[in-house]
């Protein structure tokens, strides 16, 4: 199976992320540019932490115009596996895949700390490598962090058991504390109804080596081999050539 | 064509920048300042389009790229 990075002007986690998928778990990666339109065959496409288009306007609202977004839309209508890791989470809100939009940090401050996370749903081809209950250490680094989404869509995606990841205290219960950004429902991360789509805040890619001090990031990586390693080779999706947004 | 476009939070979503800047106004004494939101502005200057298509073209940018639906309104007028 590949892994395939995903680069815009502005993302910073991207070697980070292909560090950890390369090097510490040892799965053939590769560099995907955002003005492409090729997958290059990639079973699984991650969107890295950063600062994508700088963040002007608002997070991961400009990113999801490029060209290669379009393809990886059409990836994941198709059940491909896509993981969006802080400012990739709030690509796919702004691209749709997931529902709900991020708004700033409750103390409107910049946070960036270790934080822990309760693992909620361990039916999810990112999570089955960890067990329900079970709680992270795992860092986060965002500015708008505080997820949000309307009462309709937030029942939804609880009844669906699509919270992935909570914040939670060391001990796995949820305060008003622990819920660093002031999310709703604590919530940390998600997956889109066919279960083929995650974003979270924290950054695994941060945690999945012992020097750095936390190997918990590596359940999701692990998660993910495990789920794709079974699986059979896709058939490539062909590349749309329609041109959108400030493709040239 | 000059356009000027406010996007704004909508009513149901809570707006901590707007409640910071409340506060502060009534740290200073300003006890008449019963709530704050905050948004952003956007000037958008048109040529080559006739004022019907104005019209069109402007909500269709705030819908699709300069508001996010989900968590923000907008309001739009034309300057001149």
Not at chain 1, 92 to 110: H, I, Q, S, Y
Not at chain 1, 111 to 139: K, S
């Amino acid at each position: 199976m590949r892994f395939g990075v995903v680069q815009f002007p502005g993302s910073n986690c991207d070697f980070d992320t292909f560090h950890v998928l390369k090097d510490v778990m040892a799965q053939d990666t590769v560099m995907l540019w955002h003005k492409d339109h090729d997958l290059q065959g990639a079973d699984c496409v991650v969107l890295p932490g950063g600062f994508s288009y700088g963040d002007y306007l608002r997070s991961g609202a400009i990113a999801r115009f490029s060209p290669l977004m379009q393809e990886v839309k059409a990836f994941a209508r198709k059940g491909g596996h896509v993981l969006g890791i802080c400012n990739g989470f709030q690509i796919l809100l702004e691209l749709g895949l997931l529902p709900g939009a991020m708004l700033r940090n409750k103390n409107l401050k910049f946070l960036c700390r270790h934080v822990h996370i309760r693992l909620e749903n361990d039916r999810t081809p990112f999570t089955r490598a960890g067990r329900r209950g079970q709680v992270l250490r795992i860092p986060i680094a965002h500015f708008d962090g505080n997820y949000y989404a309307p009462p309709r869509t937030l029942a939804e995606v609880e009844r669906n058991r699509r919270v992935v990841f909570r914040y939670c205290e060391p001990d796995g219960t949820l305060t008003e504390d622990a819920n660093v950004n002031g999310s709703l429902a604590s919530i940390a991360g998600i997956v889109n109804e066919g279960g083929n789509v995650l974003g979270l805040m924290p950054h695994p890619e941060r945690a999945s080596e012992a020097l750095l001090g936390s190997e918990d990031g590596r359940v999701v990586f692990d998660s993910l081999i495990r789920s794709l390693g079974a699986r059979r080779p896709r058939n490539p999706v062909p590349a749309s050539r329609e041109k959108v947004g400030h493709d040239r | 064509m000059r356009v000027r476009i406010l996007v704004s939070f909508k009513d149901s979503v809570l707006d901590p920048q707007g409640q910071t800047v409340k506060n502060a106004l009534h740290t200073m004494g300003y006890a008449a300042v019963k709530d704050v939101r905050q948004g952003k502005v956007f000037e958008i200057e048109l040529e080559g389009i006739a004022r019907k298509e104005a019209e069109a073209l402007i909500p269709e940018i705030s819908r699709k790229v300069l508001a996010n639906p989900i968590i923000e309104k907008f309001d739009w007028q034309l300057l001149k």
